[in-house]
Nanobody, 123 residues
């Protein structure tokens, strides 16, 4: 059973940066895509970004474009989310997600979730 291990959350001030990491315990499918969702208090979980590890193709939601960067290390089954210019509205629990057989990021479907890591941005 593949599981995801996340790290990198924390408490920062507006304008600061953070980097989240997530590693899949094993690689059973070549077309692995990994990404991040977030859930703020009282809101639904929303897609943030994803990357296909074998190609490096990325997809980000509009609200984070220009501030967040997603990248992957295919050899390490690891995805990184670099978050710059953080805003209080970025405060949420960030969940790593894996789509084990992805062919198109716009159709990302989560097969496995990470446990979540809290990101808090103070004003």
């Amino acid at each position: 059973q593949v599981h995801l291990v996340e790290s990198g959350g924390g408490l920062v001030q507006a304008g600061d940066s953070l980097r989240l990491s997530c590693t899949a315990s094993e690689r059973t499918f070549e077309n692995l895509a990994m990404g991040w969702y977030r859930q703020a208090p009282g809101k639904e979980r929303e897609f943030v970004a994803a990357v296909r590890l074998n190609s490096g193709i990325t997809l980000l939601t509009d609200s984070v474009k220009g501030r967040f960067t997603i990248s992957g290390d295919n050899a390490k089954n690891t995805v990184y989310l670099r978050m710059n210019s953080l805003k209080p509205e970025d405060t949420a629990v960030y969940y790593c997600a894996a789509d084990l057989t992805n062919y198109r990021l716009e159709s990302f479907q989560t097969d496995i979730w990470g446990q979540g890591t809290q990101v808090t941005v103070s004003s």
